[in-house]
T-cell receptor, first 116, second 110 residues
Framework: AQKITQTQPGMFVQEKEAVTLDCTYD???????LFWYKQPSSGEMIFLIY??????QNATEGRYSLNFQKARKSTNLVISASQLGDSAMYFC?????????????FGDGTTLTVKP | DVKVTQSSRYLVKRTGEKVFLECVQD?????MFWYRQDPGLGLRLIYF???????EKGDIPEGYSVSREKKERFSLILESASTNQTSMYLC?????????FGQGTRLTVV
């Protein structure tokens, strides 16, 4: 079984500052992927960044980066230089990577508000 | 760009109706998923499929069925819609390292 825990229901950050959104996970899978998504008020889920369990480097995509600590089973999302458009709900998710282990598990989400 | 398209953005159906939610992806992804999203409950997996004609139950399959006759299309079926199935439905497709969602369908059952 997989479990994702996001302990921050809501976060505030000042525009242009960095913010870290926490995510811890639990799984019995040896090989898995960790995902972060952004969901603006319009409802669509936007894929942000991916980290594979065997990746040695922390994933980075533009202003998004992951602080992946495998031993602690955490994969925190860091957003640098926050913008007003970053205000949204953010979901952490994981999925096993074996052939037919496509089941994805999501956290409850963190609502980020960027203040001008 | 990867595209996952859901057939309807908003849908209103009557109790007892059979409802089809369609999802099509254009990137030849093997895995496809259907979730529902409810306030306070996050995303919950209804069904997923890792190949044509293959399907696996997720966490909340009761009251739903799915069909995957072609790799690009994954349909969610509400056999007899009920008011407790009023929700936001999200379709997704993925391969390892990539996962993409459709724009969602807000279904209201009256």
């Amino acid at each position: 079984a997989q479990k994702i825990t996001q302990t921050q229901p809501g976060m505030f950050v000042q525009e242009k500052e960095a913010v870290t959104l926490d995510c811890t996970y639990d799984t019995s899978d040896q090989s898995y992927g960790l995902f972060w998504y952004k969901q603006p008020s319009s409802g669509e889920m936007i894929f942000l960044i991916y980290q594979g369990s065997y990746d040695e480097q922390n994933a980075t995509e533009g202003r998004y980066s992951l602080n992946f600590q495998k031993a602690r089973k955490s994969t925190n999302l860091v957003i640098s230089a926050s913008q007003l458009g970053d205000s949204a709900m953010y979901f952490c998710a994981m999925r096993g990577l074996t052939t037919n282990a496509g089941k994805s598990t999501f956290g409850d989400g963190t609502t980020l508000t960027v203040k001008p | 760009d990867v595209k996952v398209t859901q057939s309807s953005r908003y849908l209103v159906k009557r109790t007892g109706e059979k409802v089809f939610l369609e999802c099509v992806q254009d990137m030849d992804h093997e895995n496809m998923f259907w979730y529902r999203q409810d306030p306070g409950l996050g995303l919950r997996l209804i069904y997923f499929s890792y190949d044509v004609k293959m399907k696996e139950k997720g966490d909340i399959p009761e009251g739903y069925s799915v069909s995957r006759e072609k790799k690009e299309r994954f349909s969610l079926i509400l056999e007899s819609a009920s008011t407790n199935q009023t929700s936001m439905y999200l379709c997704a497709s993925s391969v390892p390292g990539e996962a993409f969602f459709g724009q969602g369908t807000r279904l209201t059952v009256v």
